[in-house]
């Protein structure tokens, strides 16, 4: 199951801050605000309902934009 997240994180181009590979693992994702829901979504079903989610603070990043 965890690979399936990552796969999906990577494929959404979020950034995951973190990973502590703990007894459980706990993984810091950045999600833009409006795509929460969806990712929320996403890991309940992947998991079965068996992830916690914790949204934490709201935070603001600095990213580089392309120019073409």
Do not use: C, H, W
Not at 24 to 44: A, R, S
């Amino acid at each position: 199951v965890f690979g399936k997240l990552q796969n999906y994180i990577a494929s959404q181009g979020y950034r995951v801050r973190d990973i502590n590979y703990a007894q459980d693992i706990v993984m810091t994702v950045l999600v833009p605000v409006n795509e929460k829901d969806g990712f929320i979504k996403y890991v309940n079903n992947a998991t079965n309902g068996e992830a916690l989610v914790d949204t934490g603070e709201k935070e603001y990043v600095v990213l580089a934009l392309n120019n073409p």
